[in-house]
């Protein structure tokens, strides 16, 4: 990689994206601070008004052979972090609201070809800013650049004399995280020969298409707010769960048990969960059991929960331990079954019982609740259902499904079409929504490899009713609305 300093960024001062006066004002905070984080803004700072510069530039000398379109998508994530970054460490500027006005304010005197998806990159900067956290799309990118530091091609010309604005910014952001990796975490031990785990536990790693927190969860806005309140609360502050029990009552879990259709998302949304409050988190596959553990399953079981309960302790951490198709140990508690079955489940049951007390919470996973043993869901003295996803939440399904397509990329920038879209698909899940971006995709392929349009979607939503399911199928038969039943009685 060519390392160009941020210094080699020319400004042009007939550019007024950002503001400059707020800059001023900036720049007065940093030359008396010295710290790492003051460098890192220079940095990021440097980079956002130069790219922008850049922008404007090419948007004066409407030279339409310059694609713009990822210079752009860098440019917002890399302000995102620059305001994050100077709220926390100048909050009386009160950058973040400032800023964003005057992106509106300047978005609204600009003259825009309808067409030009690129045009309209001062509304959405104002409107990231404004908003709680980016879009999926945007944390993947920006997630891509902060960790691994690597280098998408840029959209610059070599004759400009600019450095590629994603190696700039990956420069910038690897050296944020090497920054506060430095500062919040402990000395290396000694490197150790690693522990052999039985192959029922696998810890969870986070991967490029890993959900990154609840921002990677488009709507679902309520089930978000009671998993911070129920699981997350209590997990991060024991004291004042504690302090709840005893002023009003009020008990947290002790294990959770997410129900619903397939495809809903209930391991991602778990593994979002795991990402938003910072906590370790294993796999237990119970399907391993009975094949070639049947006579070690339940010493294997103990060893998992040991391996769990022993990285609580390491790190001062409760651990999630998410076991996924937890209906599959009612096939062991039928009639048929034999005495090392039981005993297996049995010591299973157990450990799940006793899990907070070692630190550990389990939560489970099952798409058919109804056959759930009993004995079983006693355990988990939370039920949560995730059913098929919201508008919102479709629409960002969708997004991730079609980013990475440049055939996408007009219909991505087109919202109307989007929410129409969204509209169209409800009733369906997050995995039907990925078969449907593949499929019309495929149409645009076919048909002279064109754009990806909402008429292949429309087509293929019609074409596909069939994978359709009733929800109520997945609902305990208790909570099922009664044949007949009308939503407006």
Known sequence: MRIIPFSSFSTHK??????????????????????????????????????????????????????L???IDSLIVSKHSLVQLVEDAYPELNYKKRETKHYNTEASKTSYEADEI???????????????????AQSARLEKMKVHGEVVSS??????????????????????????????????????????LPDIIVPFVPKDGSPKGFESIGGMTELKEILRDKIIFPLLHPEKAALDLKEYGKKYPRAVLFYGPPGCGKTFITEALAQESGLPMYYLKIGKAGSEYINKTSQNY?????????????????VIMFIDEIDGLTKGRDSKSGGEDLKQIGTLLDLISNARGRNIIVIAATNKFDIVDDAIKRRFDEQIYIGFP????RESVLVKALEPRTKAQKLLYNSAA????????????????CVFADKAAYLARKDGRREIILEDFVKVIEENQGRKIKEDKYVPKSQRRPIGFNKNC
């Open 14 to 67: 007939e550019s007024f994206g950002y503001n400059k006066s707020l800059d001023k004002e900036l720049t007065k905070k940093l030359e008396n601070d010295s710290s790492d984080s003051a460098q890192i803004i220079k940095n990021l700072r440097t980079f956002c008004n130069g790219t922008e510069d850049y922008i404007i530039s090419m948007e004066k000398s409407k030279n339409k052979s310059v694609n």
């Open 390 to 393: 919201d508008e919102k939440a």
């Open 118 to 136: 690129t045009d309209y990159w001062r509304f959405t900067l104002a409107n990231m800013l404004s908003a709680e956290s980016l879009t999926p």
């Open 418 to 433: 989007m929410k129409k879209i969204a509209q169209k698909t409800e009733g369906f899940s997050n995995d039907d929504l």
């Open 69 to 71: 379109k990822n210079t």
């Open 302 to 318: 103990e060893k998992a929960f040991s391996e769990a309960e022993n990285k609580a302790k390491e790190t001062g951490k409760p």
């Open 155 to 196: 959209s610059i010309p070599e004759e400009m004399e600019k450095p590629d604005p994603l190696e700039a910014i990956a420069m910038s952001m690897k050296a944020m995280v090497n920054i506060m990796s430095k500062q919040s975490e402990p000395a290396s031990p000694p490197s150790q020969k690693p522990k052999e």
